[in-house]
C-alpha cells in the first residue's frame, strides 16, 4: 500500500517535477544531521519547492494526507531545529531553492528576498547597490534568511541593529493549511489586528514556511575600526560601553572574553596575536563604523573617546586597528574563539543566555562561582555580546571528567545554569532558539509560556504537522 509520504513525494515530483524532489540517500544524508554533529534524523525524501505557489501546494497536500514538514534552511542551527525526528515521521522542505533576491529599492532602502537566499548573497548585493543589510553572523556563508527570521538570530551588530525581528519589514509564508500569507506590501502603518508577519519571526518553522522577506537595509559603512582593550572586570567593560554610548551612536559591536579565550585562539589559530603586549583577564573588542566620508573617522573617534577612560585607569591598555586586515584580524580572534576552545579545552555545555544588561557582569561572576561551587573542579566561564546582556557560558570538565564527561554531568551542569539564568530574570536562549535541544527544559522553567505557544500552535496547525518535536 502507498504510504501518504510516498503519494505526497510522488505527487511534488510529477506536479513540479524531480528538482523538487530528492529521495537519493547520499544527497539527503549530509541533511540529517546538525552541523556539529549532536542530532541525527531521518527523513525519505527532501522536497524543494522553487516559488511560493509550489510551496503552497506541497504544504496544502501535506495537509490533506497528514504529513509532517520539517523546513529547512542552511542546517546550521545550533539548538537541532532543522534536524527531522529519528523516526523518519517527517520529510525535509528546503527552502534553499527558492534562493532569488526579487527587489532591492534604494529608495525605500528596503530587499525582498526568498528564504533561501544566503546572508552572504544578500551582503554582497546590498553592496552593489551602496548599501548594507546589518545582520552580520559566523555562518553567514551557509545560514538563509528564512532560517533567521524563524530563528530571530541575532549576531554581532544587535548592540545598534536590534535582531532579525526588528530588520524585517513584512514577510510572505505558507500557512499550515496551505494558504499564503502575503506581508510584502511594505505599509509602514498596519493594524489589522494581530501581526502575523511577527509571530511568524522566532517560530522556529512550527507555524508555517517563510517563502520570502522585505528587509530593511542601511546605508553603506564608508570606513570602521576596531579597539581592543585590556580590562579588569565584565563590569569595568559595561562602564566603557556605557561611556562610549552616551558619547556616540556610531558603536555597533561590542564583545568581551577572558584572557584564557585569547590564549586558546593564539595557541590555535596559525597566524593569529595576540592584540596588546600584557595579559589582562578582560579584553574588550570594540568596532566603529562610519556611513559618511566627511565625519570623523572611526579610529580618531574611538581614540578620542577611549582616552579619558585610559588616563582615568577604567582601561589597563587598547589598541586601535590601522587598517582594514588588523580590523579583520581582531574580529578572527573573537569569531575563532568556540572552535579554539574545543581544541584546546574539550568540549563544553554551552549555554546561550541573556540577563538584563546591567544585571551581566555580576551575574557572569556569579554564575561561573557558583557553577564551580556545586560541582568542584569544572571551568565556567563566558563570552560574547556583553552590550546585548548576552554571553556564551561555557563550562567545561576541568579536573572532574574523561570523554564522556558531556553526556554524564552535561545535563545537570545545564539546569544549573538554567536555573541561575531564570533566578536572574534571563532568558535560557538569547539568540540561538529552543530547537530540540532545550525544549523540555522551557517546559520546566517556563511553564505558562509553552502552554500560551501550544495554543497558538495548535490553532494554526492542529495536526501538529509542522517541525513537530521542536520548541512546544
Ligand atoms: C559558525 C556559526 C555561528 C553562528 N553564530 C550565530 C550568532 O552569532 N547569532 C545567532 O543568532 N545565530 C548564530 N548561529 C546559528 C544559526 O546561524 C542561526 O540559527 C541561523 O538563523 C539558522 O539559519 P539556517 O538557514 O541555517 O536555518 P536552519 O538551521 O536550516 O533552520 C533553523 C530553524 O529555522 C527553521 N526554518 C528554516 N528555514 C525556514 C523557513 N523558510 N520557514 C520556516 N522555518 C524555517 C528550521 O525548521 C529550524 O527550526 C551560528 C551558527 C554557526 C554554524
Redesign the pocket.
Known sequence: MTTPQEMLIGEARARFGDKAVVTETADIEPWLT???GRWHGSSAAILQPQSTQEASLIVAKAAELGVAL??????????G??TPPEDGSALILS?RR?NRIREIDQGTMRAVTE??V?LQALHEAAADEGLRFPLT???KG???????????????QVLKFG??RGLVDGLE?VLPDGTVHDGLSGLKKDNRGYSLDQL?IG????L????AARLKLFPAVSSRAVAWLGVDSPQAALNILRNLQQATDRIEGFEILPQESLEAVLGHVSGARAPLSGNFPWQVLVEATVEDPDDEPPAELLARLLAPLIERGEIADATISSSEAQAEAFWRIR?SL?EAERATFGPATQH?ISVPVDAMPRFMEQAAAEVSRALPGVHASGFG?LGDGNIHFHVRAGTRGGPDWLQTEGPIVSRLVNDLVTAAGGSISA???I?QMKRDELQRLAPERVKAMRAIKSALDPQGLM?PG??V
Open positions: 546538525d552541523w556539529r520539517v523546513p529547512q534552511g542552511g542546517n546550521t542551527s545550533m539548538v531545529g532543522a527552502l527558492m528564504a533561501g544566503v553572523l559566523g555562518a551557509s545560514a538563509t534568511i528564512g532560517g533567521l527570521i524563524s530563528t530571530n538570530a541575532g549576531g554581532t535582531t532579525m509564508a511568524m517560530a522556529e518553522g512550527t508555517g514556511i517563510v517563502t569569531d568556540s546561550d555580546h539568540e540561538h532558539g530547537g517541525n521542536k520548541l
